[in-house]
């Protein structure tokens, strides 16, 4: 492990996911006030500490269907305070709250539904057949809970069918949201695409997307219409079936990253690359010859300059392959042309609007459908344009 | 901006009950849209109600970046912990909004008029700060010790003269004399009470600078610094966590340099407030162009204090770290650079050196550029010192990245020898040894020590090292001892290893063999160190190295990178 990963574990302890410690059930007595009365596994929350916090448990009617969670030094409780209003209870309403317990440093934003969900059915149970409020609760209700302790631990999800309803809990994983995918962005799968039913845009689209395809491509190869394409992409990067690379072309720059000490270090890595570049998996490239084209990698050199230096068919080595697995892995970074205009004067006026600077070259081609290195050659020739190279 | 407060409340609790004194911002616009834009459509069916489908309205206590939803008795009850809970961190989510603070009990001073009547004795106050959910734990870390801070300042003024006693019975009785609208009752306290005030300037501090300065009572100064939101105004948009910082900090070597972000003179309201004289020392020996180790010298500090203090002005983001401006620097524009027409940037460096334009002076580094190289002998020293100016303001708002040439060994086609390897990961970089103390005997030590651990390789690894550290002038020798040396020189390499590096014909020069026998023992060819980084080390010349590592071409591969280290302010990939 290297430093930096360590030091990412060592911190961001608060937001690795911890498992489930304990779930309890806990009413409000109409003498005795707020108690717990059950909890698996037993007695894992003391009396005094629930006392000290069962304001937040069994709380006021404006908190009622909050989740609600309390961090102590030892665990954080994730609950959702509810309330059944009849007139058969002893103070016309029964409060109720099915807390989950964690470790004080896990992640507990992602159970929060499946408390709620839980807590809906256990609301329906009671409404049915007073199911908690009879006073059966220490026979029935633990084997419930522990089958949810176990199974959301072990498998993530789990299917109550206890009584008349059932339910299924699932622990979802919150993720953020996907960046937006363009048009000369090229989608590479990282994993194989799970067997399931996909939707028909996926299906249509998946068999183009063979790492070099971009995504204004593949809409018109799928006959898909283009949006539909991004929207489909951006939803598969979302579940990390498939990363995007930019658009491979020989006139590319790419530099070498702090990353590239790995690919020495790192025997698997080292095997994996190996397998990915080769250019017949009955003869792989060398490791140095491999580590060399990397690192031949500057500013100002493109690929076409390097295949000239180095032969990559006698190495034995794929460049595109090469390409693709320094970005994914993130050991190379493509250098982007960002066109300036300095002055406005003559040339086009479509294109001027375009050479502010924000856009790079790649983006300009595909948006106007010109061919990068015609591009190139214009702007080069152009003094009033400087080409920053980032 | 998640790093932003929603709000600060104040909220006691004491032998009368828990009551919310304050709460900053309280004059919530009430604009009550969302209720009156929806519409009822008067042809939808009514919705029998489902009780396994009640899908809870989203339920959200913010509204346009303001605590929304609860009542200021449901606040207090929550906020007025319970003994047991006092005197430590106090976390509480509800809904989307995230509530910390640190409840501190602080005895309350006997009044000398009534020595009978108080007996009430304690008091727990609690200073809480509502930030949305999404907020980070390191944020919410730094709001917790914030609040910690003054409760530890409050609990002091009171010991001192009752300042609490005096606050909290004002705030009560502006609430007790009963005003109709809700906001009125803050707004008397705001006028009267000082510690109102205060919070009031807290919030508006927190949600501009992220630098707060507060005197508490008029007596006590409290300062924090909220370094997610401190970085923001140098680094728009990319927040910066105290672990990174730590991180880089970590990563301080002699030879770096500070960076300050303001001119120096602008500092004085900064080192009034700190009031340590060696900082001011430091800052009045600053230069860009020294290094640290210079800088200590001339300061007269030492050089571990001179990297506290470093630590201290990156942290308040008065400072950066950069490798100190020299010659042989190479620069490239940083990936993250926010050049476009439109960039306030382009603005202000216009303003700054009259008749430049941003873009066109740093499109020269889109290729890899050296000050050496943009100097032409025949240019204007004036014109000279102006392009250092440049460079400068460039490095101070992270629009240049500095490459570094990195080496890597790989002796055989297949890499490393897979002894080597599991030996590599055993044993500690040099560069983790070695980081304040710069004698090399440290490395060479500890190289030693992993040697003794993986023996597999040499018979007599320890009497090789002696032999090395000893002087080498027995292997300059006659041709017929040439063999000799060479083996010796290379016994812990592995067979396979020494074969190919014997190919060279540079091993013939005992002289280039051994400088490269030394250097790879360290370790300095994994990638971990640079070319300035081991010539700092070894107290090399650069031309010496780089002959060396041209001699070594076949085995030594060279490539050029950022430093991981201090690229993490020009560089989002890190």
Known sequence: M????????????????????????????????????????????????????????????????????????????????????????????YHFNLCFVCDSDARTVHYEPVVMKLSDYLI??????????????????????????????????????????????????IRSDPTPVYDHQVPVFIKELPPQQ?????????????????????ALLSDVENNLVKACVQNLVYYCVVALVPLFQYGNIYCTTPKLKLLAQDAELQT??????????????????????????????????????????????????????????????????????????????????????????????????????????????????????? | MEVNPLSIILVKSDSKGDRLLFRYPFQTQENNEPSSTKRKNPYTLPIVEDLLQSLSQSSSNMNKGNLAGFTDEVLSSL????????????????????????PTLLPLRKKKEQPQQD????????????????????????YHDLSKRMGIALKHEEKRCGYISDQTQTMTSAHDD???????????????????????????????????????????????????????????????????????????????SLLLLYPAQHMNDFTSLDGSPSLIRLLSNYSPLKNLQTLAADAELTLAHVFELTAHLVYWAKATIIFPICSTNKYVISPTAPIHLNSPLVEKFNETFSGLNLARVISDFSLPTSLGQRCNPLCHPSQQSQLVQTIIWMLQHHLLLQLHTYIQYLPTENGLHKDYKKKQLKSPSPRNSVILSN??????????????????ISETPEFTLKNFNSEHLSFISTDDDKQDYQEELLLDFSDEERSSVFKIPATNNPEDLQLFAKLCRKEYFQGNHHIEEIMYLENLRRSQLLQLLDKFRDVLITYETEDPAIAMFSCSST
């Open chain 1, 272 to 390: 994996k690359c190996l397998e990915y570049v080769a250019r017949s998996q009955r003869q792989p490239p060398t490791l140095r010859d491999v580590f060399r084209f990397f690192a031949s990698m500057t500013r100002g050199t493109t690929i076409r300059d390097l295949c000239i230096r180095h032969n990559p068919v006698n190495l034995r080595i794929n460049e595109r392959k090469l390409v693709q697995f320094g970005v994914l892995e993130g050991i190379i970074r493509r250098i982007q042309k960002y066109p300036v205009l300095l002055n406005a004067e003559a040339d086009s006026i479509d294109l001027q609007k375009s050479l502010t600077g924000g856009a790079s070259l790649d983006e300009i081609c595909c948006s106007t459908g010109v061919s990068s290195l015609h591009l190139e050659d214009q702007l080069e020739k152009d003094h009033n344009v400087v080409l920053l190279c980032k």
């Open chain 2, 439 to 456: 004698q090399p005997s440290a490395s060479e030590h500890s190289r030693a020590e992993s040697e003794s651990g993986a023996s597999t």
């Open chain 2, 178 to 256: 009963g005003y109709t609208s809700p906001g009125s009752a803050f707004q008397i306290i705001l006028e009267k009470c000082t510690l109102a005030m205060n919070i009031k300037k807290m919030y508006d501090d927190l949600c501009s600078t992220g630098l707060v300065s507060i005197r508490i009572n008029k007596w006590i100064p409290l300062s924090f610094c909220l370094p997610q939101k401190v970085h923001q105004w140098h680094l728009r948009g990319k927040i910066v966590e105290p672990e990174d910082i730590d991180k880089c900090l970590k990563a301080l070597r002699p030879y770096h």
């Open chain 2, 119 to 142: 007996d009430s004795g304690i008091m727990l106050i609690n200073i809480v700060f509502a930030l949305q959910a999404l907020a980070s734990h390191s944020v919410v870390k730094c």
């Open chain 1, 2 to 93: 290297n430093s930096e990963e360590y030091i990412k574990h060592r911190f961001e302890g608060s937001g690795k996911e911890g498992p489930i410690r304990c779930i309890f059930f806990c009413e409000f007595h109409h003498t005795a006030g707020p108690i717990i009365s059950c909890q698996v596994p037993e007695n894992y929350i003391s009396k005094e500490l629930f006392d000290s916090i069962s304001v937040y448990i069994i709380t006021k009617a404006e908190l009622q269907r909050s989740t609600i969670t309390v961090t102590l030094t030892d665990y954080k409780i994730l609950g959702f305070p509810v309330r059944i209003d009849d007139n058969k209870y002893a103070r016309n309403a």
């Open chain 2, 79 to 102: 906020f007025a912990v319970k003994a047991e809970l006092s005197n430590r961190k106090f976390e509480l989510k509800v809904n989307d909004v995230r509530f910390v603070g640190h």
């Open chain 1, 198 to 218: 996909w939707d028909l845009t996926t299906q249509q689209v998946t068999p183009y997307i063979d790492g070099f395809n971009h995504v204004a491509r593949i």
């Open chain 1, 124 to 173: 329906a149970m009671e409404v049915e057949s007073c199911f908690l409020s009879r006073g059966k609760i220490l026979d029935k209700l633990p084997p419930i809970l522990r089958e949810v302790l176990e199974e959301l631990n072990t498998k993530g999800e789990c299917a109550l069918t206890e009584g008349p309803t059932a339910t299924h809990l699932k622990v979802c994983q």
